[in-house]
């Protein structure tokens, strides 16, 4: 801590930081461009200049950029001194030289921090009568849109770019004031992380693409905190809504998850809420092969109940994609022992022993933040980029950290961004990834191409040489050994070790590798970590709350055991081979499938309910870590469209289970589900405070859903009725339809819809709602973490697999795929836009064998042709096959591909 | 002054040339030229030895002290020749080495591209060997692993000879492993740059010889904590490297004594001037000689021209007037008139010159050179320009002096985030200062909107 001096006034602040930041936490308004909280200072754009003076008897002074200056003890500045005033004024104008007058038409009017730093500095007249300089744009693919000529050449963009997230097609160009930000080609930017870039540009040069179509201003979107619900990393999200429909999803500053940056999985994946196919109302089918008829919701529930209670055994389905309290109620609906998980056998074997291992290594999970602050981490079959997207990030810098170790012996601040870079160059803290083809990680790592079991028995040979007692890998060739031990002493060297796996590859030996590593760390150095990646937004939760596999649910129904089924936000046939689920639903009499897609599962179904997406409806999620995190309603379907009847799964499943009882389906709110959800489970207990409940009041008021400048409330449902109903009534939260309602930041929270503050209308005034910038949310960061570290005693695992032998058979080898990969994202344009073109990764050896070369195409029985891609250290024996490409398919199912032949596939 | 160098206008190929004849040049009292020919020819290694060469490094690493080398620097007080006169010395102590810092580099700027500015390639194209020779002392002082002449591009002369001299120290042992039986290694390569003002400004340099943008860094941290690479590094100017033998040589006090009574600035300085005068070219003079004396030596102005102004040391020095001619050009004293000695080499102003037109010359340049990254030298310096060029046009308005006050003012030491912008600002306050008249002519007009009347690009 640190008593700095600002316009005659005391401070405390953290001495660590630089001025500005210290400023701005504590509340100080002082403009600036070029510094972001997540990447430090550069200090070139000169907007944050102060006075600073000597000491007491120093009346003169100087200026300085405040990025630039320590916030060290008894430092003396003004903020408001005239000449820094002035100065400030004179950067802006400059900066205003070339920028056009286009807010008007300008997507990033509104939420725009140049406007804001603009009005701050006082800036309203032009003096430079000259031509302004312009310049062209480039078409950089679905995501973003570019416009340079509002560019004010603050480097944000590729030191967040490349610097930041490693990417490389992104560059500065050019000098004096013609510098220009593109790629040297037209064409897509192919970091993950792209989307980010309509954050981090001050202004309108990098905007969102999937909102230009159907463009709203910020102040006219309605918001809700949510969580992203394409992985299992729990970004917290502000989707914004209007006219029924998501307009675009902006961050939404969690100090421990996400903090200022998400995938763009996350960030454009949101399309399926939009689509027009939505089932909109309950839906009858009297045969598989019929037209569906649509029914009203009285009709459809008595129907369904009438029928469910003829039947012998209803199965119910849950989802690893629906919130636990949908989860909880199909579970009350059909009994503990007839509910399923949904999850396929295996992944669900993995997901348990991840929660154990979660809990019985020793080494606590570390929070996506705290990732960052590991200083050698081992990857053990993982792809963190392609399966947990953000997370990808945390990692990277976790190895660029080592720079911020080596700045620090020679005086250099963590602040200090482009210096650190400078001095650590090319030196990392160790990363090794142990996984069979290229990572976006690759360029700050060591890889090892290894095919699942040598993974394992990599991971086995590594806890070993850590801890004897850990059982020996036999016929351990010499480069594995080496191998092992290369990662072993980085990881004992290191003060805090962290070891990442996951469910990715389906392999308990992997797992049960990480988690021999994991413990024989813990042994050595309490301070590591252990990260374990699954695959959706509840995997964690559902893994928690337990039930049958989806494969006992199949054989079920397949073995006449049960004759009606309800299904949950779910697509079988994603999980398992059509032929097994075709099986099992055309053994049940009745199948309720509730979805907010029309999924193939949906197509099966005898009745359909229209659920709600995480957009329509609430509830709570568990990611990675064990965090339960709320997400929120954002809009009321049925207000703009009265013919909706979408509502959450939760409810429909209450409905039906008062139906079941011959009650009248009373109103429940989600308290009232959440708390029995968390009754009904132990795991679950915490989750009740993941949020407050809907009788949350700050000072007496709601929160609010709009910002308060929300225009056009009382016209916007002219087009059906020219009176204006009342606001839908949300009896689940505790906000409330309307502008009306507290949206402020001086009241600490946690659930934080809309980032507003006056004079800060863009992503920055996020500066506002946190304990310190870029630290943690004043009311504290929201979700509340389930899985703990447990004391008692955890046998090492023996499960080492057999060194491979030559087989003849290729095996498929799923690769986690962020643009594909997820069910609900895949069915959104831009990610379909983005999703790689067919293809399979096979070795040397292995296309020899089929008799094919790079390029030429194969197919598996009727599945699209797909490009084949030699790889020259692919392991043998297994053909490389991205995620979503091939439903139901097992991760090491035996494949027969063929070759295509003749004309085009 | 002999006959037997030719004017430098007659020639028809311009060669750097000193215009000193060897008879006025002896080791006491011109360490940096006393050894070059009157013929202009490069002294190659064997005439270099002849004439004491590499007896420094002989020294020095027969002394085996490099914290000596420094401290004979710091008390000789070597002030950087490039323009910034900061002590050669002082930076070198600076330098981080021991324990487990890595052996870092020592760089020669020989970016040499301030306009009017000629002294560097002299040194480079007709006496290589003292280069080295004052790049090893310097490696070994900094003990830095390796050394890059960061040179101008266009100097392909310069190139030529550098290599040939690296080649012929390398194969007599001056340069590569264990230099003269002393167990120290240091190697130089020189690396050609691509042309760009900023690349001379020494962190911009080291970005460019890193393969970056040739944007400055900031400072702290300094090269000497983390340079090129990251490692300690330093940069020095040639002529600057250039004096560190005859220091090691001869001493401190030798060194200091070389200025007289002059200036408390030790050394010599290789003057010159360029402009309108009988006979631009360089002296090497005591440290603290006379702009009046300098120009005497260049023979006056030329066909009976009035002198008007002048810039002490190139583009990016303030104007001084002819009542400044007797003033000594030292750092300090030229400081002390709101300008800077800069790299010593005067440009002279006729009265008929246009200070506006001269202006917009210069501030076309410091524009166009701005490596953009800062704001106010990106965007500011460009609108000085547009603001000069309807200056020149007489499409001034009122209000566009006080802007170009304003202006210079904004592009002050300390505001900018390298030197470059100041160094634009420096010529732009004084031309105002001492000559407004003539800029408020070029208002024409009285104060309109913006944009009412668009210019096109190009024109104004």
Known sequence: MAIIHVDGQDYEVNGAQNLLQACLSLGLDIPYFCWHPAMGSVGACRQCAVRQYKDEDDDKGSLVMSCMAPAADQTRISIEDEEAKAFRASVVEWLMINHPHDCPVCEEGGHCHLQDMTVMTGHDRRRYRFRKRTRRNQELGPFIAHEMNRCITCYRCVRFYNDYAGGTDLGAFGAKDNVYFGRYAEGTLESPFAGNLTEVCPTGVFTDKSHSEQYTRKWDLQFAPSVCHQCSMGCNISPGERYGSIRRIENRYHGEVNGYFLCDRGRFGYGYVNRSDRPLLPEWRQQPDEEPTTLEVDTALARITDTLRHSQRVIGIGSPRASLESNHQLRELVGADNFSTGIEAREQACLALMDDLQRTTGLHTPTPRQIENHDAILVLGEDPVQSAGRLGLNMRQAALSRREAMGEKIGIPAWNAEALKTLGQDVYHPLHIAWPTATELDDVATRYPLAPEEIARLGFAVAHIIDPAAPVVDNLDPATRDTAQRIADDLMAAERPLVVSGGSLVSDSVLQAAGNIAQALARRARQGGLVLIRREANSTGLSLMGGQTLDWAMDELTEGRADAVVVLENDLYQRLPAQRVDQALARADIRVVLDHQRTATLARASFTLPAASFAEGDGTLVNLEGRAQRFFQVYEPGYLRPEARIHESWRWLHALAAGLRREDATDVNLDEITAACAEAHPALTGMVEAAPGAGYRIEGLRLAREPHRYSGRTAMRANLSVSEPRPPQDEDTPFAFSMEGYSGFDHPRQQVAFAWAPGWNSPQAWNKFTDEVGGHLSGGDPGIRLIHRQPGHRDYSLRIPAAATAENTLRALVLPSLFGGDETSARAEPIQQRMATPVVILCHIDAEALDVHHGDTLVLGDSPAMTVHEQDDWPTGWAGLPAGLLPGLAQGEALTLSKTTGGEP | ?460
Not at chain 2, 70 to 79: D, F
Not at chain 2, 131 to 157: D, H, K, P, Q, T
Not at chain 2, 347 to 362: G, K
């Open chain 2, 1 to 460: 002054m002999s006959q037997s160098i030719p004017s430098q206008r007659q020639s028809t190929q311009y060669r750097s040339r000193l215009l000193q004849p060897e008879t006025e040049r002896s080791a006491d009292t011109h360490p940096l030229t006393w050894r070059l020919r009157d013929d202009g020819e490069a002294v190659w290694l064997d005439e270099y030895l002849r004439k004491d060469g590499y007896q420094s490094v002989r020294k020095a690493l027969n002394e085996g002290d490099p914290q000596a080398v420094i401290a004979n620097m710091k008390e000789a007080n070597v002030r950087g020749r490039g323009g910034a006169g900061f002590s050669a010395g002082l930076k070198w102590s600076l330098t981080l080495q021991g324990g487990d810092m890595p052996r870092g580099y020592l760089i020669c700027n020989a970016d040499e591209m301030e306009p009017g500015t000629f002294k560097d390639r002299l040194l480079m194209e007709q006496q290589p060997h003292l280069l080295i020779e004052g790049m090893i002392l310097g490696a070994y002082a900094n003990n830095s692993f390796y050394g890059y002449i960061f040179l101008r591009g266009e100097y392909v002369e310069s190139a030529r000879v550098l290599n040939r001299a690296i080649d012929e120290a390398r194969e007599a042992g001056w340069l590569g492993p264990d230099i003269n039986g002393s167990g120290f290694d240091f190697d130089i390569a020189v690396h050609t740059g691509a042309g760009r003002y900023i690349c001379g400004e020494e962190t911009a340099l080291i970005n460019s010889l890193e393969g970056k943008r040739a944007n400055p860094r900031a400072k702290p941290p300094f090269p000497g904590q983390s340079g090129a690479w990251g490692k300690p590094s330093v940069v020095n100017n040639v002529e600057t490297l250039c004096n560190v033998p005859a220091v090691i040589l001869n001493g401190a006090d030798w060194y200091q004594g070389l200025s007289g009574d002059r200036t408390k600035d030790g050394g010599t300085k290789l003057y010159g001037v360029s402009g309108p005068v009988e006979k631009p070219g360089l002296w090497e003079l005591p440290m603290g000689t006379t702009g009046a004396e300098i120009l005497e030596r260049a023979g006056g102005m030329r066909d009976n021209r009035q002198l008007k102004a002048w810039l002490p040391g190139g583009a990016s020095t303030g104007f001084l007037l002819p009542e400044h001619l007797d003033l000594p050009l030292d750092f300090d004293t030229v400081g002390k008139e709101g300008s800077r000695l800069g790299t010593g080499l005067l440009t002279v102003v006729p009265q008929e010159m246009s200070m506006v037109a001269l202006m917009r010359n210069l501030e076309e340049f410091f524009a166009r050179e701005s490596c953009g990254w800062c704001t106010p030298c990106r965007d500011g310096l460009p609108w000085t320009v547009k603001l000069l060029q309807a200056l020149e046009h007489g499409q001034g308005e009122e209000g566009d002096i006080e802007l170009l006050d304003k202006l210079a003012a904004d592009c002050g030491p300390g505001l900018t985030f390298c030197a470059h912008a100041p160094g634009a600002a420096m010529p732009l306050e004084t031309a105002l200062r001492h000559f407004r008249h003539e800029f408020e002519q070029g208002v024409g007009k009285p104060r309109g909107e913006a944009h009412e009347d668009p210019i096109p690009v190009g024109q104004v």
